[in-house]
């Protein structure tokens, strides 16, 4: 199954593949089984936001292999255009569906994110969420993880060690989990050194993994409320980017999906 056989969806100017979720094991392990790596960039009301007005997350999009919807809006917006999205697929449950998939092949993943450990008698984050994928995915093999200082990125020194250790283990799949852009520019800088590879950036997945955070129940979920349990979650956090320009931005897109689907007609 070629990535090339899905059509895209446009929302707002950003193409999004119509796949499902088995689909994207389905192109990556058949990827990997050819020697050739990729990008996944998982898109929600958020990103697609931002890309309408910045050209440095649209260059993320444009360099990704596979853009895949994850935000019930999107889907929402793509069945009102007339052009529906199959089905959400969120980088929170691609994490265990890869890792599922590439452990059937018998391949390596490196996960980095999660919370630093606080001493030394404890796994960091991204150490806890490896072993969880090991122990739930069989014949997953883990070829490192690191859950980088918070600001490594703001120290050349620091930020080419982590690139390194990435290198050296050779994965077959690297799963990053710093958050939207800083986990987008950490995969453009590592994938000229690792070709053969596969990357997605998957948010808060790995804290989700690692047990850190708790993942909304699976009926917010399925019915678009996610947003609303993580806000709840991280008030402090989220409350400005959810309620004063997502939420708005996804009520636009919604309100010109007919208008795009009458333009089609």
Known sequence: MSIEAFD?????????????EDEVVAVVRESLARGRGGRI???NVDILRRAAADVGVRRHLDDADLIVADGMPLIWASRLGGAPLPERVAGSSLIWSLSEGLGRDARSVFVIGGSPARSGRERDGAARAAARLAEKCPGLRIAGTISPDYGFEEDEASYAAVCARVVA???DMVFVG????KQEIVI???????PDAWFVGCGAAVNFVAGDVERAPRWMQRTGLEWAHRLGVEPRRLAGRYLRHDAPYALRLLA???RRRARRA
């Open 256 to 258: 010109a999906a007919p």
């Open 41 to 43: 960039i998982t898109p």
């Open 8 to 20: 895209r969806v446009h929302l707002d100017g950003t193409g999004i593949d119509r796949i499902t």
């Open 178 to 181: 710093l958050g939207f852009p």
């Open 169 to 171: 283990a050779r994965p």
């Open 188 to 194: 453009e800088r590592l994938r000229p050194q690792l």
